[in-house]
């Protein structure tokens, strides 16, 4: 699914819908986690949570400095809960991994437009943002092509569970 985030000429709203995209990811990761029955999988994402939780954190106070208001949750537009409603419905871990990794696509599209047109005192975290979505994005594909992943602890935890089977 599309998102026009992104592509806003105010540059606060940009940051606010963002903001927004952030919380529904969280949402998103949260029903995921929930239905996921792989152990390995499910502290994977959880540390992916835990840099869109940090993302709403760093983009709070930037959009306080540039005057906005910053949103509380994902707002009225969800704009992933089709992605999370449609995940309720699927069968098995794989399909679950591929609604994030559609979730993901736009993530990474709505935070590769923001870095493209970012007010200057937003660059840095939204090129931090941009990493992430990156690296998220990334394990997602590699996984569901049962491609070896190296390991990926969000940046904002550092434990891993070590003693599991491999995911595939
Ligand atoms: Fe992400």
Known sequence: ???????????????????????????????????????????????????????????????????????????????????KVRMANLMGDEAILKAMKTNEDDTNTAYERALAHCPPEACEMLARGLDDEHRHREWLIATLEGRPVQEMPGRTTSTRPGSQPPPL
């Open 1 to 83: 699914m599309a998102t026009r985030i992104g592509t806003e000429d105010n540059p606060v709203e940009m940051l606010e819908h963002l903001m927004a995209l952030d919380f529904d990811a969280i949402e998103a990761y949260n029903a995921a986690i929930e239905r996921l029955e792989n152990d390995q999988w499910k502290a994977q994402l959880a540390t992916f949570r835990s840099d869109h939780e940090r993302h709403t954190h760093e983009l709070a106070p930037l959009i306080r400095a540039m005057g906005g208001n910053p949103p509380s949750g994902p707002g009225a537009k969800a704009m992933l809960t089709q992605g």
